[in-house]
């Protein structure tokens, strides 16, 4: 069965770090384009980082990995393979970070999307929350 798990949210002050797993079971991650998407109350869902899968794609002209202005240089998006695990550290967190968020995955070979509607498979989220 193919699934994916977030974790790793929680309630954190302004300025504060957590750090979001996502862990794959039933397929292998390396074949994948992972995304992370939030959606906060009332808001559209959008993505915050994107990693490429193992096959040496990337979002031009960025790269393997490609954020958003409103996370760059905050959120790093990274992948573990042997543990089929990808991350999202996200550090000096604001209040308007606050959102679920969810790791969704796209297959390999396609070409690269930032769109959630070309994403298949999906977790279920994680609440995080930025407040003092």
């Known amino acids: 069965q193919v699934q994916l798990v977030e974790s790793g949210g929680g309630l954190v002050q302004p300025g504060g770090s957590l750090r979001l797993s996502c862990a794959a079971s039933?397929?292998?991650?390396?074949?994948?384009?992972i995304g992370w998407f939030r959606q906060a109350p009332g808001k559209e869902r959008e993505g915050v980082a994107y990693?490429?899968?193992?096959?040496?794609?990337?979002?031009?002209?960025?790269?393997?990995?490609y954020y958003p202005d409103s996370v760059k240089g905050r959120f790093t998006i990274s992948r573990d393979n042997d543990k089929n695990t990808v991350y999202l550290q996200m550090d000096n967190l604001k209040p308007e970070d606050t959102a679920i968020y969810y790791c969704?995955?796209?297959?390999?070979?396609?070409?690269?999307?930032?769109?959630?509607?070309?994403?298949?498979?999906w977790g279920q989220g994680t609440q995080v929350t930025v407040a003092s």
């Open positions: 990693i490429s899968a193992s096959d040496g794609s990337i979002f031009y002209p960025d790269g393997p990995t």
């Open positions: 969704a995955g796209r297959p390999a070979g396609e070409e690269q999307s930032i769109l959630a509607s070309d994403y298949v498979y």
């Open positions: 039933g397929f292998s991650l390396d074949y994948y384009t």
